[in-house]
T-cell receptor, first 114, second 113 residues
Framework: AQKVTQAQTEISVVEKEDVTLDCVYE???????LFWYKQPPSGELVFLIR??????QNEISGRYSWNFQKSTSSFNFTITASQVVDSAVYFC???????????FGKGTRLHILP | ETGVTQTPRHLVMGMTNKKSLKCEQH?????MYWYKQSAKKPLELMFV???????ENNSVPSRFSPECPNSSHLFLHLHTLQPEDSALYLC????????????FGPGTRLTVL
């Protein structure tokens, strides 16, 4: 069954600390895509990254990095040197090719304290 | 305008009212989506349109009626809603299907009294 688990409901860290948001998924499909989105208080989901199941290379974009490990079915997101503007809800999502479905995790609310 | 826009941003309506939410995408995409986001619940995909044709309806009550006159515009017509329908309604678009990146609008915050 298709499932996305973001076990951390809420995280608070002090500004400039590093923080990792966990995402664990379940799928029967061999071809799938994983996404991360950021939802600031304004409400709009902002796209951060899309990764397909055949590309396990880790990715870094500025202070953001993603660690994709198929062996543990995880796609974790790390923010380095966090800033107050990083405060938001972050969603992980899984899209399967075969079943043509997309499912979002419940999100992790991140508070960066000044 | 760029990206995906939604109007209105906020809407308060009574249970007997009829209202419509509008979504417009300026990205040249072929697929459009309606999502419902309630407090403490995951995002729920409601409807999917590809090339103006509805391809998915996830058991949404008939009091929600979508309309897609062209690939750039998507509407959600609302009538006789219930208080539990209060939520943030998000529109998104993508080039192709659900494995492509979806770009979201800012949402309409709906309150049903």
């Amino acid at each position: 069954a298709q499932k996305v688990t973001q076990a951390q409901t809420e995280i608070s860290v002090v500004e400039k600390e590093d923080v990792t948001l966990d995402c664990v998924y379940e799928t029967r499909d061999t071809t799938y895509y994983l996404f991360w989105y950021k939802q600031p208080p304004s409400g709009e989901l902002v796209f951060l990254i899309r990764r397909n199941s055949f590309d396990e290379q880790n990715e870094i974009s500025g202070r953001y990095s993603w660690n994709f490990q198929k062996s543990t079915s995880s796609f974790n997101f790390t923010i380095t040197a966090s800033q107050v503007v990083d405060s938001a809800v972050y969603f992980c999502a899984l899209s399967e090719v075969r079943d043509d479905k997309i499912i979002f995790g419940k999100g992790t609310r991140l508070h960066i304290l000044p | 305008e760029t990206g995906v826009t939604q109007t209105p941003r906020h809407l308060v309506m009574g249970m007997t009212n009829k209202k419509s939410l509008k979504c417009e995408q300026h990205l040249g995409h072929n697929a459009m989506y309606w999502y419902k986001q309630s407090a403490k619940k995951p995002l729920e995909l409601m409807f999917v349109y590809n090339f103006k044709e509805q391809t998915e309806n996830n058991s949404v009550p008939s009091r929600f009626s979508p309309e897609c006159p062209n690939s750039s515009h998507l509407f959600l017509h609302l009538h006789t809603l219930q208080p539990e329908d209060s939520a943030l309604y998000l529109c998104a678009s993508s080039i192709g299907g659900k494995t492509d990146t979806q770009y979201f609008g800012p949402g309409t915050r709906l309150t049903v009294l």
